[in-house]
Every structure is written in C-alpha cells, then in structure tokens.
C-alpha cells in the first residue's frame, strides 16, 4: 500500500487523509527495519503538523510512532515518550475517549519506569497516572453504554483496573475482552500493555 498512497500524493500533494494512510502503511511495513519505518512514517506525519493539530488521526499516528520508538530504544531518549504524551494527552483533552486516555495513561507509565527522571517529576507521574486512570475508567463505562461489547473499550478498562489494583473488576473486565479478543494481534497488544503495567507495579 506504501507505493500506492505515494502515487496518490502526487496527485494530491495536502491530502491530509492520505498522508496519514500512507505514514501508517509505511510504519506497520517495518521495512527496511522497524527503527527505520517509524522514522519515515514519523516524517511523513509531521506534514500535518502534530504539534498544533487538533486532527485526532493524526494525534493518535503521532502519538503511536513515538510511543513505539521509545519502546524500541530501551526506554532511552526520554524525547520519545514526552513526544508521545503530548500528544495523546492533547488527543484526551479533544476526545475524552477510552483510546486516547488509555494511551495517555500507558505513556505515562512509561515514562515513569525511565530510571533517570528526577524522584518530583516521578511523584507527579504516579499521581497523574492514577488520577486519569480512574477518568479513563468512567469515560470507558459510559461509552459502553452506547457501543456495547467493545472489544477495545473492555482492553482499556482492563489495563485502567490493573493500574488502580481493583483486583474484582479487573478479573471480570479481563474475562469479557477475552471473550471478544479474535485476532492474534489484538490479544499481543493487550498482553504488552498489562505487562508494562505489572512492571510499573513492582516500582
């Protein structure tokens, strides 16, 4: 899909739909290495200028290139994850939905495992974290009233009562997304997520 939404552009050059196509055909080809398509794709996103942009796809792409490369690099450059937080932060702020502040949530506790982040900015994480996890809680609670069984509403409430320990709802929570987890990736994303949680937990 790479070459073919890279025809499209030429066509049309500001196509801000398209650009995004194209940033996340060339971040999932991993080609010629994961590291090197996400660095493309985050170039190919900053078209669009996620710093100021308030286009929710293109907060979330952002936010999901920068999540993965700090990831990547061994929780290193910490640019990666502020990067990350910013803009899944400023998503929530636009969205208030169970993706965006989940992924908030989740940056976050990244960041908070960076072993070179000062004990007052740690402090702050930890209280921020808990506080929009029980935010992400009712938001995600609310929206299933109109949607149902939302495979990805139920992942998010299940990562949030991890993190506040609600040990009850979490195994019912994690019992329903497990019914409603079909694709091998969506229960990998779900296991990494919960597992990053469980190591913030033993902090």
Request: charged share 30%.
């Amino acid at each position: 899909m790479k070459k073919e939404y890279k025809k499209l552009l030429k066509y049309s050059p500001n196509d801000s739909y398209i650009i995004q196509q194209l940033a996340i055909s060339i971040y999932k080809s991993r080609l010629p290495n994961e590291t090197e398509a996400l660095g493309e794709a985050y170039i190919e996103i900053t078209k669009l200028r996620p710093e100021t942009s308030v286009d929710s796809e293109t907060l979330g792409i952002a936010g999901s290139i920068q999540k993965r490369l700090y990831k990547l690099n061994k929780y290193i450059n910490l640019d990666y994850i502020n990067k990350a937080i910013r803009f899944y932060e400023k998503g929530y702020v636009i969205n208030r939905d169970n993706y965006t502040g989940g992924n908030y949530v989740e940056c976050m506790i990244l960041k908070a495992l960076n072993d070179t982040i000062r004990d007052d900015e740690k402090h702050t994480l930890n209280y921020l974290i808990k506080e929009k996890a029980k935010e992400v809680i009712e938001i995600s609670n609310n929206l299933l009233d109109n949607n149902g069984d939302d495979v990805w509403i139920y992942s998010t409430l299940t990562a949030m009562y991890l993190i506040l320990e609600e040990k009850e709802n979490y195994t019912k929570s994690l019992e329903k997304v497990q019914q409603l987890l079909k694709e091998e990736w969506q229960i990998k994303t779900l296991e990494e997520t919960l597992e990053v949680i469980r190591e913030y937990s033993k902090l």
